[in-house]
């Protein structure tokens, strides 16, 4: 299966500590985005990446969140200090560059806070 | 802001019927538009896309239709199945700006009765 994956799968930690998430795209996609959702909730958009270059940041995305894709390959998501507000499922997705390009989502880490 | 909503939070059809599933967007300037299938524990999956140039596109049993002058596309899916029972997210993009980050509604439960 050449999709989109990440690691890990599910992950609970108590509150204060860090977790990083990896996020490995389709091997063609020069963009590669990270979303955040909530339960009940449509994904929200938190950064992207045009290959080692991140491009944009959402205000969602506080200086506790750090994003690199460090050879324009995979990318990983860190939250610091992380709070019981952060938890949630966090998808990663990936696209072609140009005009119109569908994004294929990974099937998420989710983060549990205790 | 930018918002995509859809008309129903939840929809349950009989196997067999037809389903339909709205989407209004506020956006006039998004011009690519994207329906997702997300089941439970699973990232969004791609089922179709059309874009602004367009009315309607078909797919393998799905149509989504799009109306630029009242801003609300659908989601038809022909002969319902089980396997069908999922979320389904439809998202707007401006496909050459904003990089191609996709703005999700809430979703529609699907429920299909046997």
């Known amino acids: 299966d050449t999709g989109v994956s990440q690691d890990p799968r599910h992950k609970i930690t108590k509150r204060g500590q860090n977790v990083t998430f990896r996020c490995d795209p389709i091997s063609e996609h020069n963009r590669l985005y990270w979303y955040r959702q909530t339960l009940g909730q449509g994904p929200e958009f938190l950064t992207y990446f045009q290959n080692e270059a991140q491009l944009e940041k959402s205000r969602l995305l506080s200086d506790r969140f750090s994003a690199e894709r460090p050879k324009g390959s995979f990318s990983t998501l860190e939250i610091q200090r992380t709070e019981q507000g952060d938890s949630a499922m966090y998808l990663c997705?990936?696209?072609?560059?140009?005009?119109?390009?569908?994004?294929?989502f990974g099937d998420g880490t989710r983060l549990s806070i205790l | 802001g930018e918002s995509v909503g859809l008309h129903l939070p939840t929809l349950s059809v009989q196997e067999g019927d037809n389903s339909i599933i709205n989407c209004a967007y506020s956006?006039?300037?998004?011009?690519?538009f994207i329906w997702y299938k997300q089941e439970s524990g699973k990232g969004p999956q791609f089922i179709i896309d059309?874009?602004?140039?367009?009315d309607k596109r078909q797919g393998q049993r799905v149509t989504v239709l799009l109306n630029k002058t009242v801003k609300h596309l659908s989601l038809q899916i022909a002969a319902t199945q089980p396997g069908d029972s999922a979320v389904y997210f439809c998202a707007e993009i401006m496909a050459y700006t904003n990089a191609g980050k996709s703005t999700f509604g809430d979703g529609t439960t699907l429920t299909v009765k046997p």
């Open positions: 956006n006039s300037a998004s011009d690519y």
């Open positions: 059309i874009r602004s140039n367009m």
């Open positions: 997705a990936s696209s072609s560059t140009g005009g119109g390009q569908p994004q294929h």
